[in-house]
């Protein structure tokens, strides 16, 4: 059974930084995709990262393209989530995932693709 257990979050003001970690136990980490999603009150899932299992390719979504940088540590088993120029918009619960998939050949922004996922983590940014 795979255990992701996200840390970092907490409360910043708009333009600053926060880094969200990642950590996953419970089998081989490094031959799986992974992601970030975050969920705001009233709104559905979104998409905001994703890195490949070699971590060779990333992919963002428009909204965070520029200002966030996924990356993992395969020899931690960990997965990070630099978060620069934060906007009160980026409000939510952060999410990792892990897609079930090994060796995925291509990066998902769709939740239905990843098979495990962490507890989440809040993330507040004040204006």
């Known amino acids: 059974q795979v255990q992701l257990v996200e840390s970092g979050g907490g409360l910043v003001q708009a333009g600053g930084s926060l880094r969200l970690s990642c950590t996953a136990s419970?089998?081989?980490?490094?031959?799986?995709?992974m992601g970030w999603f975050r969920q705001a009150p009233g709104k559905e899932r979104e998409f905001v990262a994703a890195?490949?299992?070699?971590?060779?390719?990333?992919y963002y979504a428009d909204s965070v393209k520029g200002r966030f940088t996924i990356s993992r540590d395969n020899a931690k088993n960990t997965v990070s989530l630099q978060m620069n120029s934060l906007k009160p918009e980026d409000t939510a619960v952060y999410y990792c995932?892990?897609?079930?998939?090994?060796?995925?050949?291509?990066?998902?922004?769709?939740?239905?693709?990843?098979?495990?996922w962490g507890q989440g983590t809040q993330v507040t940014v004040s204006s």
């Open positions: 419970g089998r081989t980490f490094s031959i799986n995709n």
């Open positions: 890195i490949s299992w070699s971590g060779g390719s990333t």
């Open positions: 995932a892990l897609e079930g998939r090994l060796y995925g050949s291509s990066l998902s922004k769709t939740s239905s693709a990843y098979d495990y």
